[in-house]
């Protein structure tokens, strides 16, 4: 029995030699690897390869992408790990047209600037220019806007006073966009007793007569007050408080029979 066990051990030896090989070469290789792995973070981090090398604007429709990446300050040798979210986000909302930032990583070194403006309320018509009016009551007049061509949005006209125009801006802010849409041009048209009297062409033929005060409730019932009426007939749909319509050929006819008197 001792001598069977003797050769069982013997042979056993190479083998328990041959693992414990094996795990001194795998801890070898995890140590080398390791040691590898932080001497090229060291590298990267203290090199070129770690800094912002390139930033991607979107969403921007009057801040030039040029002005944010400047305003960023984020290829002014900015680590893509400490790049000061906050700070940018305030530099940049700094602009007239701007309402927020998202800033996001891509890949090893690039910046995503996701930008969120204002929304255009309406567009001021100033000689041959045409300005867009943000939610805020602001004219966006900055260069580049002259040329611009209102298409998803109304046009002020005669809003030289800055108070009124204000008020109406708040008020479409508060009059539901598909309402919005389908006005083309609001003339401020005072009168003796209404100094904030309004005359609008809508985009379906109608003009509508209204005023600056409490707009966005008066003109809410437009659609259903339209559904009612003749298409083909021309006239003037009072939004006020209790909606009518004015039909010019009714017009046409007393002024006939005036006439004729």
Not at 160 to 185: A, F, K, N, W, Y
Not at 207 to 230: C, M
């Amino acid at each position: 029995m001792k001598e069977r066990k003797v050769v069982e051990i013997e042979e056993r030896i190479p083998k328990l030699k041959e693992r414990r090989k094996q795990r001194t070469n795998r801890r070898l290789i995890l140590y080398v690897s390791v040691f590898f792995t932080l001497m090229l973070l060291i590298i990267y981090f203290q090199s070129s390869f770690s800094q912002v090398q390139q930033v991607e604007v979107q969403g921007n429709a009057y801040a030039s992408s040029d002005w944010i990446i400047e305003e960023s300050q984020l290829l002014n040798e900015v680590s893509m790990w400490n790049i000061g979210e906050s700070e940018v986000i305030e530099r940049v909302s700094q602009h007239q047209a701007i309402d927020g930032v998202d800033v996001s990583r891509q890949w090893m070194n690039t910046i995503v600037l996701d930008i969120n403006e204002y929304e255009r309320i309406a567009y001021f018509h100033n000689g041959d220019s045409y300005f867009p009016v943000l939610e805020t009551g602001e004219i966006y007049s900055e260069d580049g806007t002259e040329g611009i061509t209102p298409y998803d949005a109304p046009i002020l006209r005669d809003f030289e006073d800055e108070d009124i125009r204000t008020r109406m801006v708040t008020q479409l802010g508060q009059t539901p966009s598909e309402i919005r849409q389908r006005m083309s041009d609001i003339f401020l048209d005072p009168v003796e007793n209404d100094s904030s009297r309004l005359t609008i062409l809508m985009n379906d033929g109608f003009i509508v007569s209204s005023t600056v005060s409490n707009f966005a409730d008066r003109i809410s019932s437009y659609p259903s007050v339209v559904e009612q009426l003749d298409p083909d007939e021309a006239g003037i749909v009072h939004m006020r408080m209790n909606p009518y319509f004015e039909s010019f050929e009714i017009n046409e006819e007393e002024d006939d029979l005036e006439s004729e008197g």
